[in-house]
T-cell receptor, first 114, second 112 residues
Framework: NAGVMQNPRHLVRRRGQEARLRCSPMKGHSHVYWYRQLPEEGLKFMVYLQKENIIDESGMPKERFSAEFPKEGPSILRIQQVVRGDSAAYFC????????????FGPGTRLTVT | GEDVEQSLFLSVREGDSSVINCTYTDSSSTYLYWYKQEPGAGLQLLTYIFSNMDMKQDQRLTVLLNKKDKHLSLRIADTQTGDSAIYFCAVLPGAGSYQLTFGKGTKLSVIP
C-alpha cells in the first residue's frame, strides 16, 4: 500500500532554469495539495488540484509557478526561471475525498537553486 | 488569517515525558493535528483531534485541547531517542476548509 510518492527527492537547478516536481498520490486518492516549506518555517499551502482541475491556487505565486494534475499520470508543480528564493522543500499531500480532514504527505522534494 | 505558534526547541531526557505546546488564533478551527518530521523525511501524521473533544489518547501520545485558550498540546510519555524530530502543529480553519495552517515546528531533542 504505497504512500504518496514524490520525485525527485533532491533537485539542483541554476538560476533561470526550470524545475519540475512530480507527485503521485496514494492509491484511490484523487485530491492533491502542494505545500512549500522555506528554511526554518512551517509549511505554506500553495495549490489544491483534482484530476484535470485546479480548485484553488490562492497560495501560489502569480508568476513562474504552475501546477497540473492530468487525467493520467502524476501531478506536476512547475517553476520556470528559478531564483534563489525558490530554494525550499516542496511537499505534496493527497486525500481521498473533498473536504477530507486527513491529508497524507509525501517525502518532499528539496529544491536548491544555485 | 489563521496564525499558529509553537516554541522552537525542547530538550528532554530519555524516559521522561515531553510536552509540546501550540497556540492558534482562529476559534472556528475544526481539526487540529500533530505531524512528525524526521531529518530529511516527509511529514508523518501522528494524531489529530476534532474541536469538540478535550482530549485524545493514542498509546504514548496524549493530545489536550483547550478551546477557550486556543491551546493545543502533545504529550509523549516515556520519550525515546527515536522520538527526536520536528513536531508540527497544524490547524484546519473552519468547516469546508482544506488549507492546513502550520506552525514553524518544535525541534525535540532527546538526551540519552
Amino acid at each position: 500500500n504505497a504512500g504518496v510518492m514524490q520525485n525527485p527527492r533532491h533537485l539542483v537547478r541554476r538560476r533561470g532554469q526550470e524545475a519540475r516536481l512530480r507527485c503521485s498520490p496514494m492509491k484511490g486518492h484523487s485530491h492533491v495539495y502542494w505545500y512549500r516549506q522555506l528554511p526554518e518555517e512551517g509549511l505554506k499551502f500553495m495549490v489544491y488540484l483534482q484530476k484535470e482541475n485546479i480548485i484553488d491556487e490562492s497560495g501560489m505565486p502569480k508568476e513562474r509557478f504552475s501546477a497540473e494534475f492530468p487525467k493520467e499520470g502524476p501531478s506536476i508543480l512547475r517553476i520556470q526561471q528559478v531564483v534563489r528564493g525558490d530554494s525550499a522543500a516542496y511537499f505534496c499531500a493527497s486525500s481521498d475525498r473533498v473536504l477530507s480532514y486527513e491529508q497524507y504527505f509525501g517525502p518532499g522534494t528539496r529544491l536548491t537553486v544555485t | 488569517g489563521e496564525d499558529v505558534e509553537q516554541s522552537l526547541f525542547l530538550s528532554v531526557r530519555e524516559g521522561d515525558s515531553s510536552v509540546i505546546n501550540c497556540t492558534y488564533t482562529d476559534s472556528s478551527s475544526t481539526y487540529l493535528y500533530w505531524y512528525k518530521q524526521e531529518p530529511g523525511a516527509g511529514l508523518q501524521l501522528l494524531t489529530y483531534i476534532f474541536s469538540n473533544m478535550d482530549m485524545k489518547q493514542d498509546q504514548r501520545l496524549t493530545v489536550l485541547l483547550n478551546k477557550k485558550d486556543k491551546h493545543l498540546s502533545l504529550r509523549i510519555a516515556d520519550t525515546q531517542t527515536g522520538d527526536s524530530a520536528i513536531y508540527f502543529c497544524a490547524v484546519l480553519p473552519g468547516a469546508g476548509s482544506y488549507q492546513l495552517t502550520f506552525g514553524k515546528g518544535t525541534k525535540l531533542s532527546v538526551i540519552p
